[in-house]
């Protein structure tokens, strides 16, 4: 989708947008952006990088992913070390409970009061400043998926609270010009003028045969309590990790209470493809199938085009 966003623009991507925030894989792509890797090679690399690190089984070893991004942004690589366009990169603090939302970014985050989420009953580490930050760990923490890697640190991988970050962005904008405001730096505020939200995919709905779990009195009912187990707990990651639905409707609606414009691209699947999937057939299938929703968005992706340069 990038790939086809820069053709019609005739301009990286780096070049059209101001901020670009990102989760999991999309906060991999992020980074990756502002660090001027071009969309072509970044479509190989995801190919290179699926035969290196998803071996064996899950949760899959973690050095081989490390060493890919280290290759990738350099050892020693500061967050801050490029300044433009700005990115934020969503992890989770696993080391509280409730967990929380966190924002890798490039810039010295808002300095805007926030009331406190939860009331402490422990003493946290200090985290890392983004002058402090390496890029190869931001990355490593916003892709923890638990079950597929190790934690990083103390991070779990982004998906878990903002799988969909657009909102989250949008608050960082926010909070961002009302801080400005705060310090008296009006002049330097700059309004949310386009939102483009990109997908990894849409994967087809399908009929649940139950989500019933209670208490067996023989094996048949031992049988339909376990699938019903089964079931509820794939439903239950599934909608807090759901990037499509409520969360796009949600970003759709507050972009036109604030008269900006707003655009989601994310493909119809014919099938659901894993976070892990190595099979080439399947993701040359996933790729085909974007090809197809992309011709039919041509002339939406020209107008988006057309939109972003003239701003």
Known sequence: MLIALEKEAGRPTRELFDWVAGTSTGGILALAIIHGKSMEYLRCLYFRMKEQ?????????????????????????????????RVMVTSVLADRHPGELHIFRNYDPPSVSREAPYTTTATFKPLTIPQEQLVWRAARSSGAAPTYFRPMGCFLDGGLLANNPTLDAMTEVHQYNKALKAEGREKDTKKLGIVVSLGTGKPPQVVVSSVDVFRPSNPLELAKTFVGAKELGKMLVDCCTDSDGCAVDRARAWCEMIDTIYHRLSPQLSQEVMLDEVSDAALVDMLWETQM??????????SLAELLLNN
């Open 53 to 85: 690190v998803f071996k064996g089984s899950r949760p899959y070893e973690s050095a081989p992913l490390e060493d890919f991004l280290k290759t990738e942004f350099g050892e020693n690589t500061k967050m801050t070390d490029i300044k433009f366009p």
């Open 293 to 302: 929703y992309l011709y039919e968005k041509r002339e939406v992706l020209q």
